[in-house]
């Protein structure tokens, strides 16, 4: 067991809490909905990056490089100047929603370079110009483009050139739980000698201006007797607690309070304010700060004239103990002698022996660069959420009080809803909210990591105070009823397999915890989503936001409706992982075999379905195509295929499981119901193969398509031409470059193109494009269930690959083939990484060229990153795919 695992299975045996502090610190706050009380729900204008400086928020904190407690009662993060910036850096940047030609885009440039489990030990970059920030210029000239120019970036706009900037590292050693060591390295790229101000800045989560019996919590500056440099923090849920800091620093003190003054021109509450660090370092307002040292929010502010090609360090420390000289030692030299260094050196050396354990092995050292910043940016990607969904509508009683409209409002029936946890974040700028389906791609790459917190996030969001009274799981704040695809149980099953091998046990007692909810949430879709009893699915967009023809998350008009493809799939995916865990479960409690019996037959009874609707002639399988559509139905009567080749016609093949007869063989029961039910409905075969066999007995496998449908949409898929692209599969199939689909109904023509960029159309904000780009998640099911057709037809399932080709490949190869050309994304071939397209200095500069960003999606053709780029989330999964398939 390594040090590592050490501090894991302290951590959830509860002697230690080493998770206690973490990475837990948005990167943004403002433009969210949790800080929008507006009457309209524009959440970017009324909390934008302008007011960020100096207005406290209410239900979080954001900073650079920033860790927290998971209560996010005490905050650190760096600030920077560089002497030209008219904002002192505390935030990073970006563009709104409306400002940006592609939706909502930040502007800057940072890497999560390393992080383990329990942040013994955590790595991050940010890249800082020499020249003043160019927020003007960035807003002005996305301004000008349109939804068919690329988007203006930072790097175009020459500020790195020569390369003057900044590299600021910051990184945190653990010695214990309770003392984090903080070391920040700034490195002089350019050639010329630039000054840098850092202020290491910690504060407190404004909790006490909103009505509630808080006691104020305070920082003081301090110094001790030796002349060492501390600020002590009082804060009532944890006592107290000491950050101490190299050197000789200016203290600087203000509290974390609103300017009203400058947002509202009102008087200010507070004689010391939110931004006063920047007045006092950009403004030269020496009377901005306290000068009695105290308050809510302290920093240390350093500077240096850093000469070329050099670096400069400095050294905080953050403990439970107060900092007292000894005879022996000078306080500084208990703090910060010769062991703080070998504190980051041990810490290191950890983290490379807990990755060398959990990691791929034989791989090159590129691929390992891949998979450690991979899982390091999922372990960033960790975030202390707040929100009270009730209390939000209600308002504050310290505050003007909300729009009455805000009632029936956004959320408004998710009152029972309370977050106050630390949750995976799609990406901690672009997305700092939660949401359903992309937590659950989140713990499948984290549980080869931390299987624990996988199986924690889980549990999490089927409890109480988060999955809806009647069943539905919360989506995502901007719209909790948002309706994401069903993929909870895959990921509850997959965790339970991949946290039984990497921890040398099965924990039933969390599949049986999921399982119970889970009936929850499947009783909701089958009561909401199937209105009329058919097996057939609605749901709406299931994030795939523009993929279809046309809004499917709003309605048609009177008696028109869409049979979704995905919808009816996702849903026989459900019945199959539950399946699974009740044949599970079953293994020791025969009472889960009714239970299995109910999701094999529903099963069955959706995949029939799907195929022909009820003997009507009108399912959603195209047997001239050989490719699976929605169907829209209008109230004429008229029943029309939208033949569009999309994600949405492949994710009936994500349904399929097969099963031994050393798992069913013996659970009588079910096999007699099995029996029986088959034996009276013949026309399910289809769906039902059991002609492998084994000496214990017939091997099952269930599936929508059968062996001949699958060959077909093999095809397709394995078709340069249509979905198959150098850098996986693509969300829309390449026919309909030159083939459009157009629609003409009731006057009205709709049409879907192939776009294997970025999103042309305004549909959900026009910040992500499923017509063409190739997309993570989906392709990472799509490669599963391909693995589980071979493993039950084994290697005499060939097929051509690529189409066309003349190339056998067994399943299993093309699997592979899929997984290699996903990782070759990142992985630098030939001296470049597609990711980064023609940006020559992220391809070839020796400080950028190994710095990896995980894009949200990747155009089609070149597959350069696109959409968030730190969507480290479901992107993560690519260390998932060198895991089992290697480079």
């Not at 230690?16 to 403002?30: A, I």
């Not at 009695?292 to 050099?310: E, F, M, R, V």
């Not at 091997?699 to 095809?715: D, F, M, V």
Request: proline share 5%.
């Amino acid at each position: 067991m390594t040090n590592e695992e050490r501090r894991l299975l302290a951590s959830v045996e509860r002697e230690v809490h080493w998770k206690r502090w973490g990475p837990y610190l948005s990167e943004r706050q403002w433009g969210t909905v949790r800080e929008d009380y507006s009457a309209n729900g524009d959440a970017w204008s009324y909390f934008p990056h302008d007011h960020a400086r100096s207005r406290a928020y209410r239900w979080g904190e954001d900073g650079l490089a920033g860790i927290c407690d998971r209560h996010q009662h005490i905050c650190f993060a760096i600030a920077l100047w560089n002497e030209k910036d008219p904002i002192l850096k505390e935030r990073l940047f970006g563009l709104t929603n409306l400002e940006g030609n592609h939706g909502e885009d930040v502007k800057e440039y940072y890497y999560y370079l390393d992080a383990t489990p329990t942040s013994s030990y955590l790595k991050f970059l940010y890249k800082y110009p020499h020249a003043e920030f160019p927020y003007r210029q960035l807003v002005q000239e996305n301004a000008k483009r349109t939804r068919l120019d690329g988007e203006y970036e930072l790097v175009d706009t020459g500020v790195f050139n020569d390369s003057r900037y900044f590299d600021v590292f910051v990184e945190y050693a653990k010695a214990a739980s309770e003392d984090i060591l903080i070391r920040i390295t700034a490195w002089n790229r350019g050639s010329d000698e630039a000054a840098l101000h850092v202020l290491p800045t910690v504060w407190f989560r404004n909790r006490w201006d909103w009505g509630d019996p808080y006691d104020m919590p305070q920082a003081s500056g301090m110094t001790t007797t030796d002349g060492t440099i501390f600020v002590e923090l009082d804060e009532y849920h944890y006592g107290k607690r000491w950050l101490l800091f190299e050197g000789s620093p200016e203290l600087l003190f203000t509290e974390n309070a609103t300017n009203t003054e400058r947002l509202y021109n009102l008087p200010n509450q507070k004689l010391y304010v939110k931004d006063a660090f920047h007045r006092h370092l950009i403004g030269g307002e020496q009377a901005a700060v306290n000068p009695g040292l105290k308050g809510t929010k302290a920093a240390a502010h350093y500077s240096a004239q850093i000469a070329p090609g050099k670096s400069w360090t400095l050294h905080c420390r953050l403990v439970d103990r107060k900092p007292e000289p000894n005879a022996a030692a000078s306080t500084a030299s208990v703090f910060f002698g010769a062991s703080f260094d070998s504190v980051f050196c041990d810490r290191q050396k950890d983290a490379d022996e807990f990755y060398a354990r959990r990691a791929a092995s034989g791989l090159s050292d590129d691929a390992h660069l891949l998979q450690r910043q991979a899982f390091g940016g999922l372990l960033w990607g960790k975030q202390s959420y707040h929100y009270d969904v009730d209390r939000w509508l209600q308002g504050d009683s310290t505050q003007p009080a909300p729009d009455p409209a805000r009632r029936l409002g956004r959320n408004h029936d998710w009152t029972h809803l309370y977050n106050s946890d630390v949750i995976s974040m799609p990406d901690k700028w672009e997305y700092p909210w939660y949401a359903a389906w992309d937590l659950a791609f989140h713990c499948v790459a984290m549980a080869l990591i931390d299987p624990d917190y996988a199986k924690d996030q889980l549990i999490l969001f089927l409890r109480e105070w988060y999955m809806h009274p009647n069943g539905e799981l919360p989506a995502y704040e901007w719209n909790f009823s948002d309706v994401n695809p069903p993929v909870h149980a895959w990921a509850a099953w997959r965790v339970y397999k991949i946290a039984a091998r990497v921890q040398g046990k099965a924990d039933r007692k969390f599949l049986e915890r999921v399982f119970h909810k889970l009936l929850l949430n499947f009783t909701w879709w089958v009561n909401r989503k199937d209105p009329d009893g058919r097996n057939v699915f609605q749901g709406g967009f299931l994030g795939l936001d523009n993929i279809g023809v046309f809004d499917r998350s709003k309605p048609l008009g009177p008696g028109n409706f869409v049979e979704q493809s995905d919808g009816t799939s996702w849903m026989a995916m459900y019945c199959l992982d539950m399946l699974a865990m009740a044949i599970e479960l079953a293994q020791e409690d025969s009472a889960y075999e009714d239970v299995a019996s109910k999701f094999f037959e529903h099963f069955v009874h959706i995949s029939r379905a799907m195929n022909d609707l009820g003997g009507e002639g009108i399912g959603l399988w195209s047997e001239k195509d050989g490719f699976y559509y929605d169907v829209l139905h209008l109230s004429d009567g008229r029943s029309i295929p939208l033949q569009v080749r999309s994600m949405v016609g492949l994710i009936p093949l994500f349904a399929v499981e097969a099963f031994e007869p050393r798992e069913f063989g013996h659970l009588t029961g079910f096999c007699n119901r099995m029996r029986w039910f088959l034996e009276h409905n013949p026309d399910i075969r289809d769906h039902v193969d059991m002609s492998q066999k084994t000496e214990h007995g017939p091997r099952l496998l269930l599936t929508i398509a059968n062996r001949q449908k699958l060959e077909r949409i093999y095809r397709i898929v394995l078709d340069e031409k249509e979905f198959l692209s150098p850098h996986g599969i693509r969300a829309l199939s390449k026919f309909h470059q030159a083939n459009p689909f157009i629609l003409s109904v009731d006057g009205r023509t709709s049409s879907v193109d192939y776009e294997p960029g970025e999103s042309t159309s305004d549909l959900f904000g026009g910040n992500s494009n499923w017509r063409g780009p190739v997309w993570f998640p989906m392709n990472f099911l799509l490669i599963e269930a391909i693995q589980r057709v071979h493993f039950y037809y084994g290697d005499d399932f060939k097929v051509e690959c690529p189409t066309g080709s003349g190339k056998q490949m067994t399943l299993w190869e093309v699997a592979t083939e899929l997984s290699r050309r996903l990782s070759h994304i990142f992985l630098r071939r030939d001296g470049r990484r597609p990711v980064y397209g023609k940006t020559t200095i992220f391809q070839d500069d020796p400080h950028w060229r190994d710095l990896i960003l995980f894009y949200e999606y990747f155009h089609g053709e070149t597959g350069e990153g696109l959409g968030a780029s730190h969507q480290t989330g479901w992107t993560a999964l690519v260390a998932k795919l060198i895991e089992q398939s290697g480079e």
